[in-house]
């Protein structure tokens, strides 16, 4: 791998960067690997990256039906944070909290992880008993959160309109500090790059069709546009498309898929410092370092496929914003878009082994897949190369909705993710 | 300053309206109808912006929304500051003020050009390969000052003032954009009778039509045409005209999305008039004409202020009577450019050269040009320009048989001017049928990217559909216009012919970059002006393995400015193309996405704000409740009492005096905001059997009962008490936030699930006021204004509903309680509310009758150890937990959640329990949200075993209690557990929930 360096660029630079060399292969897919990894997202590469670096699986491939990061790891507003409520939650998101503060210089690759903070608005009473209730859990799981008045939450976050005036006044906050956002690209191209030097194939515009068994019912490989790939290990990262990936094993994913819109504004001069989140009002927003205020809300009411979502959404998205910040209300939306997000009842991931010997199943993000990257693929990894659970993901598995051993971060949380 | 470069005459300005302006604080003057871009360059001023990257100085390129340089802030006040609005866009009016974005100190003397010296060493994504060590210097220190350098403009800083207005409008035909194309699809289909909506996004519909000054319509000059089909148009009543108004965003079933502007161009708005508009339209059939972009060229060093596209230049000559120079170079690859050399030469600018990229150009055009003495330069290429702030120069080389330019530096001719045009053809929009999920297909003779299967119903007529030449346009547009109108079931209008003169056919171009015989690696070809992404940017891009024209644009950024790519993105995909050695329509376009230009978030969010960001719901009851200085507090959308403060009095005070007054005389209570269902038909019963956890079939009419429903996962989603008024009639309530979750869950199972029930459901909440009256003498005060009913202790027990009369209303009145105590809650219709409340509080005035609000309703059924749906609940709790499973009907076979229950998590022992928790000290009342942990010395992460979900100080029992969620909590009850806060640990031991009357006699009072 060619190193990147201030110095490496300095070099480039004098030659008019004519020396670098592409970051990832593009391979013709071999007739067999040792594992392969549907969809090549965030999660998906990262996955094969661990593989690769920390159980010397090299002979692996991830396939992609487009271009990788092109789901919704390309789509995200790149949220991070780890106040999850539940013991199992926590852990699984601070687990990935560390390992993006490294990740940077683990990958050799400038994700831009900045822990600029983020601040979640209390509304209500019933806002501020779930907030204390998330603070002082978090305390004792060791995941920094603390409680700031109003008048701290806006010395914190200059912008935010804090007067009795307002229809949902803001009462509180509760605020993570070593929360904040990356750059979602940088993510998915240095797991890529990362993973190719040692050796992982990552096949593009490759769709899976089939997924083939053996008389026992073990995976054996997939069909693929690309032809026929064999394996005895098949991880499926693929996001709103898992129940239609799933399916091709004979497995129904308990997960629905719904379009999830996000949207930028032009960018200005830095005006705000943090991540915001209201979920009292439906909205969240930082500021990406281009300047491009970065806005999102929920899903769209209905199910759908379409990575577009409705007018009215976006709409209701800046009515939230504009009310939080009225002098946002002359900003102009510069890019709205949508993902596919998959949604799992209970709103926690599934990271798993799955009946199917040999087909595992990283899915069911929901909203806020893209905090967990690393710690996701981290765990996903090791479960594909121990076929046995990490300690940290064991309890997310897809029997817990036939056990009711839920981890209904939803429901307790009150907080979009 | 005098308007040096404006024109003896022509133009659609008026000469006779002076308009004064300041940008960037010097006083100028335009004329009214000109843009603010307009005014600059009749003032002779190029140079109006800096760069995103590397602060380059910047003119203005374009005449309309494509322009990808000159933005600037605009404001009036600084309430009104409006950052990033095109040059090319502001309408000029008395006083405008303006100023340059990105630089400091001064636009000419910008600091952050320094990064330009740099540029070698910042090619695309060079973010992504440095600033890695030390670790937290990203975020600390490089970070900061990037963000510093990046972003435009500035935000405003104060609440903006205007008003933002929405609509919403049907129509047969929506025709998006006002050009030759647009005006004759709305004339066809306004001679069908279709109802017609036409918009086009500037001051004045025309489209190039503005600009035309030698073609004739019919017999007519062009202009004249225009006005009077605009005439046209405006007499018929069906047919609306929308200008200033941008159709941003396409979406499913023929949505589309359209920008007004109303008040942005006017000197004195006024105050009360909304700013934009957002218009929501519903159209049966859509016709798309919206024209096509003027491409650059990709030569290097082509962004000096002094370049612009050669149409752009013509639009300022005609339109506005402005000479953007006065010795130019024209470059380009097709003949629509020579018109542009010929108007300027005409105009009195002297035209130095025409750099044609063919080798042979000819036709009338070229011919004319020639005949007026331009030097015509085939085969020549630009291969650089100088100047700072102004082009001053640029150097012409000619290109070989293959395409190659002659090399060295020293090679070439340089020609002197101070104005560069450039056009590389015309790019057909097809941002809004692609929105719409059209198919484009790649049409190699006119090189662009063309609609082929649309997804919607809607037509793409004129330039948008790669159709050139004004006769062609008008034909096409017509026949749009007219196929529209019949397809939406109105008449079809006979077809029209025009008969046009004069006009000239601007198809052909090039793409990509121009050969130039310097070291590609070296010089800056841009691509993307704003971002300053360069054509050596593209071929890094895809050296480094970006393959995806995805990956591509977000690798360097192109096409990812404020012109989403309006004028660069077929150079940067015909030079990506090149670079990864395939053919371009095999590279493919990104996805285009909504809005077509930027959209003020103001008029998304229209009228909602303040009190109408979301209705705020008052009771009947409220404004006694504020006459008598209650203290509020916002449930859900509603708000609601929360205590009444007496003089001097405290929270703490006033609800101790609230509950005292419940458990020994009465109290008053407004409930008006449960939720309510009126839940009717044969199959009620039935209906309520599979909702609830309870059995409903053997309630007698007359009598009521607590119910409990879940979701389907087996937890508690809503509780509350259902009254049988007749065999097939019940009287549901629910939470008061869980009203229209409720109902929404109950019609969702209705409809989809058992749609053989012959059931009603209807919503009540607001039909009802609700009275409690709680207390020992409740029955005492209400006795002597109940009509219809006998309320004595055994005529009308605990759980009793009756219909009846109270203080002369007809009342459906509960006998409940939800404090303890013997009490009452009187239903009537909500117009009564306020007046049988004043009565009963009239009638109870001899027995202290003490209104109360919801913390004391909170206190006093926690001192009863009665939960709050949401608050002792979260989602995760099924009955057993909140110890209520004896009311799960025994004999029921099925409900909704009875499954989920019978898993075998649902009953493991360790599952949190409703519990009550009693502090060491009396006085501590817990914070509620705090955990609750068996040793409170162990580290990180510390084992928990619940949490503290209700706690108050306890008037009745005149210590602290609290109610908590612990694991396997009822077989704990007696243990001594810990609950750790910040910096100290609070000792509490576990009891039964009920701290009060546990016998609950007090009920039967």
Known sequence: ???????????????????????????????????????????????????????GMRNIAVLDRGWLGGGNTGRNTTIIRSNYLFDESA?????????????????????????????????????????????????????????????????????????????????GAALQRRGGTARHDAVAWGFARAADAMGVDIIENCAVTAIHRDAAGAVTGVETTRGTIRAPKVGVVAAGHTSVVMAMAGLRMPLESYPLQALVSEPVKPVFPCVVMSNTIHAYISQSDKGELVIGAGTDAYTSYSQRGGLHISSHTLEAICELFPMFRRMRMLRNWGGIVDVTPDRSPIIAKTSVPGLYVNSGWGTGGFKATPGSAHVFAWTMAKDEPHRINAPFTIERFRDGLLIDEAAAAAVAH | MSEAFRTRDGGRIDRTRPRSFRFDGVGYQGLAGDTL??????????????????????????????????????WRDEASYAPNLRATQVELYEGLRAESQNRSPSLRFDRGAMAGLLAPFLPAGFYYKTFLWPRRAWARFWEPR?????????????????????????????????????????LAAAAGHARVILCDEQAELGGSLLAETEATIDGMAAQAWLAEALARLAREPRVRVLPRTTGFGYFAHNFVGLAERLTDHLAEPDPQAPRERLWQVRAREVVLATGALERPLVFPENDRPGIMLADAARTYLRRYGVKPGSRAVVATAHDGAYRAALDLHRAGVAVAAVADLRPDPEGPLVEAARAAGIAIRPATAIAGTKGRLRVRSARLVRIGAEGEAGGGASAGETVGCDLLLMSGGFTPSVHLFSQSRG????????????????????????????????????????????????????????????????????????????????????????????????????????????????HIKRYTTTGMATDQGKSSNMNALAIAAVALGRPLPEVGLTTFRMPYTPVSFGAFAGFARGELFDPLRRTPIDPWAEAAGAVFEEVGQWRRARYFPREGEDMHQAVGREVRAVRQGVGIFDGSTLGKIEVVGPDAAEFLNRMYVNAWSKLAPGRCRYGVMLREDGFVMDDGVVGRMA????????????????????????????????????????????????????REVLAPLVAGADIGREAFPHMSVRACRVAGVEARLFRVSFSGELGFEVNVPADYGRAVWEAILRAGRGFGITPYGTETMHVL???KGYIIVGQETDGTATPDDVGLSGLIGRTKKDFVGARSLRRAAMAAPDRKQLVGLLTEDPREVLQEGAQIVANPQTPAPVPMLGHVTSAYHSPTLERSI???????????????????????????????????DREGVRLDG
């Not at chain 1, 592409?22 to 590469?45: F, M, N, T, V």
């Not at chain 1, 409680?147 to 009795?164: D, F, V």
């Not at chain 2, 140079?47 to 602060?55: E, P």
């Open chain 2, 727 to 778: 065999p097939d009639r019940f009287h549901v309530t629910t939470t008061t936030g869980g009203a229209a979750r409720v109902l929404a869950t109950m019609e969702d199972y209705l409809q989809t699930e058992w749609a053989d029930l012959d059931v009603w459901l209807t919503s009540t909440s607001e039909q009802w006021a609700v009275i409690a009256l709680q207390g020992p003498r409740a």
């Open chain 2, 37 to 74: 871009a307009s005014a600059l360059l009749a003032n002779g001023v190029h140079l109006v912006g800096r760069s995103f990257k590397y602060h380059r100085p910047r003119g203005v390129v374009a005449a309309g929304s494509d322009e990808p340089n000159a933005l600037v802030g605009v």
């Open chain 2, 861 to 863: 059924r926690a001192e």
């Open chain 2, 962 to 996: 609290a109610l908590a969620m612990v694991r396997g909590g009822r077989a704990r009850i007696g243990e001594v557990l810990f609950v750790p806060m910040p910096g100290r640990v609070v000792k509490v031991s576990l009891c039964d929930p009920v701290f009060f």
């Open chain 1, 1 to 55: 791998m060619q190193r990147f360096s201030a110095l490496s660029l300095f070099r480039q630079g004098l030659s008019g960067h004519r020396g670098w060399r592409a970051q990832w292969r593009s391979p013709e897919p071999k007739a067999a690997y040792d594992a392969l990894i549907i969809g090549a997202g965030g999660h998906g590469l990262g996955t094969a990256y661990y593989l690769a670096r920390e159980h």
């Open chain 1, 91 to 171: 852990a699984l998101y601070d687990h990935a909290v560390k390992l993006w503060e490294g990740l940077s210089q683990t990958l050799n690759y400038n994700v831009m992880f900045s822990p600029r903070g983020v601040l979640m608005l209390a509304h209500t009473v019933h806002d501020v008993q779930v907030f204390q209730r998330h603070i002082h859990a978090n305390r004792l799981n060791g995941v920094d959160n603390e409680w700031l008045s109003a008048e701290e939450a806006k010395a914190y976050c200059p912008p935010i309109e804090i007067g009795r005036h307002l229809r949902y006044p803001v009462i």
């Open chain 2, 439 to 550: 198919q484009l297909a790649f049409d190699p003779v006119s090189a662009a990217f063309l609609p082929a299967r649309p997804a919607e119903r809607c037509r793409s007529a004129g330039a948008c559909r790669g159709t050139f030449g004004l006769a062609a346009a008008l034909i096409e547009g017509y026949a749009a216009g007219e196929a529209a109108s019949a397809a939406a079931g109105r008449g079809g209008a006979p077809g029209l012919g025009f008969a046009v003169t004069g006009a000239i056919d601007t198809r052909g171009g090039t793409l990509g970059a121009t050969p130039h015989g310097r070291d590609a690696a070296r010089v800056k070809a841009f691509v993307d002006f704003q971002n300053d992404v360069t054509a050596k940017d593209v071929k890094l891009a895809v050296r480094e393995g970006f393959r995806s024209i995805e």
């Open chain 2, 146 to 186: 990037i963000r510093a350098m990046a972003g435009l403009g500035r935000a405003p800083t104060l609440p903006d003032r205007d008003r933002y207005a929405q609509t919403y409008a049907h129509c047969d035909v929506l025709v998006v954009g006002g050009g030759p194309a647009g005006i004759a699809a709305a």
